[in-house]
């Protein structure tokens, strides 16, 4: 059996049993320190568990702070856009004595509290001091009461795109990318799909490409190649009409901006990791 033949029968069956439960995923959390990341600040208090559901809807999560030099980074990041003193929600949760685990389930080994912290009788959601004016700008932690309304920081791995302006189809494109790069272009949201659309501008692509978007032909649900979960979705056309057209793949347009079902043996440039 060649290798097509052996992912294609791979991706078939994948799409014809695998019900992907929302919200689960099966990954190996890579170490911190080794991807990239942006921070975003968001100045719109909201509880801790909002502000986990926007960060997870629009970035990755909360933001984790895996050690003094990560710490340093976003406090001059805060001063460098000239925001006002405030207590900031970050991903910390379930705090209790000296112990909590961070959202995202990164292991929870730096710690960075302030004088007395943590002192919650209860389990507790984690905040950061920022103090403009300070020459470190604090950035100690608190916990509080999770309940309680403040602004707060996500972070989004910095994902680089790469678009291949050649024409395939869709399972020879998902080879090339596998072997090439990190796999097939997943659009998380919406801030990832305004990225990628801008990059294709800059490099002059104007016609649809493959995105790793795959349907299952038995049970009619889309799933991304890599394990993400679908929580975003835009479509140009009814999706739920993909079987009887058999446009089980899924290519972006940057004419429309918007998402296109095509045959998945049609050629077509594609965007990689």
């Known amino acids: 059996m060649n290798s097509q033949s052996g992912l294609s029968g791979w991706i078939n069956t994948m799409g014809s049993i695998l019900i992907i439960p929302a919200g689960f995923r099966l990954f190996v ?12 600040y968001v100045n719109e208090t909201m509880n801790w568990t909002n502000a986990q559901a926007y960060c997870r809807s629009n970035f990755a999560d909360l933001v984790t702070i895996a050690d003094k030099e990560e710490l340093k980074e976003i406090l001059n990041n805060l001063t460098r856009e000239n925001y006002s003193d405030a207590e900031i929600w970050i991903g910390l949760k379930d705090i209790h004595k000296t112990n909590g685990t961070w959202s995202n389930d990164e292991t929870f ?34 916990d509080c ?16 795109f790469h678009a291949l302006n050649k024409s395939m189809s869709w399972l020879s494109a998902l080879e090339y990318c596998n072997s090439n790069y990190n796999g097939m272009a997943t659009i998380r949201n919406e801030t990832e799909e305004q990225n990628l659309l801008k990059y294709l501008n800059e490099i002059n692509i104007w016609e649809k490409v493959w995105i790793g978007m795959r349907r299952s032909r038995v049970f009619g649900f889309w799933f991304w190649m890599n394990g993400d979960t679908v929580t975003y979705q835009n ?3 009814n999706s739920s009409e993909a079987n009887q057209d058999n446009q089980n793949c899924a290519t972006l347009d940057p004419n429309q901006t918007k998402w296109v079902m095509q045959g998945c043996a049609g050629p077509a440039p594609f965007v990689c990791y």
């Open 29 to 40: 959390m890579v170490v911190h320190g080794s991807q990239e990341f942006n921070y975003y």
């Open 109 to 142: 080994t730096y710690r960075n509290w302030n004088v007395g912290e943590p002192n919650n009788d209860n389990v507790s959601c984690g905040t950061m001091y920022y103090h403009r004016n300070e020459t470190n700008h604090n950035g100690t932690w608190n």
């Open 145 to 160: 009461g999770c309940q309680n309304s403040q602004p707060f920081i996500c972070y989004a791995v910095k994902g680089k």
């Open 235 to 237: 479509w140009a056309n």
